[in-house]
């Protein structure tokens, strides 16, 4: 009769062990966590509290016993039913990646990344094209498309003042550079396509003028 009780005690206390751990899992600080037989891990297979994953038993290492070095710059530290748990490496330098590459945009050792992806440089994409102004993988876009330099439009140009691809614009265009214009001169007071300045009109460079002389003091030409 008294085995039978402590029986029935360890079986209580066991599934208690459980619930607790399944209520963990469902809280506020492990909302993305599931419960088998009692042991919390994450969507990735990875420890809630930092460590490695415990639920094949193995205490999450791989099946050499130790870490290895993933392809996209991490570290291998087990597998979960979902597939490998990699640990990215952080970094600022290109120096303290393995294969050479720090994304300086998610902080990390990685491969180049794919199209849609985050970067900081076009070395960090596998297209060769990081679109700075989206600061995503992205490949060479269509008039229209956000740009911060040339090389990010098919057409080659990025209109500086709009931040889109464009074609050169026409007289009372807006630019920022003389290339934006179809007649190769921006008025920089005016930040427009215009054609040289007449005595008295807006200017900031001498080139603006068709005295070939613009009065800084007044922003004048002569």
């Known amino acids: 009769m008294r085995m039978l009780s402590d029986a029935s005690r360890l079986l209580a206390g066991s599934a208690l062990l459980v619930s607790i751990a399944s209520a963990a899992c469902g ?42 070095s993933h392809p996209d710059g991490g570290v291998i530290i087990g597998e979960s039913d979902s597939g490998v748990v990699v640990v990215p490496t952080p970094c600022s330098q290109d120096k303290e990646c393995p294969d050479g ?26 297209g060769g094209t990081c679109n700075w102004k989206l600061s995503v993988c992205a490949q060479p876009g269509p008039n229209g498309n956000t740009c911060s330099r040339d090389q990010e439009c098919t057409g080659n140009l990025c209109n500086w003042k ?61």
């Open 27 to 68: 809280g506020a600080r492990y909302s993305d966590l599931t419960c088998v037989d009692g042991v919390c891990s994450s969507s990735d297979g990875t420890d809630p509290d930092g460590g490695k994953s415990s639920h094949d038993g193995g205490g999450g290492d791989n099946t050499d016993g130790g870490v290895s």
């Open 101 to 126: 590459l720090c994304n300086w945009k998610t902080k990390v050792c990685s491969a180049p990344a794919a199209d849609g992806q985050a970067c900081s440089r076009d070395q960090e994409c596998a």
């Open 162 to 222: 709009t931040s889109q691809c464009a074609d050169p614009g026409a007289l009372g265009s807006a630019c920022s550079r003389d290339p934006e214009c179809a007649n190769n001169l921006c008025n920089w007071k005016t930040n427009k396509c215009a054609d040289k300045g007449f005595s008295g009109g807006p200017c900031s460079r001498n080139q603006e003028c068709q005295s070939n002389v613009c009065i800084t003091s007044s922003s004048k030409c002569q």
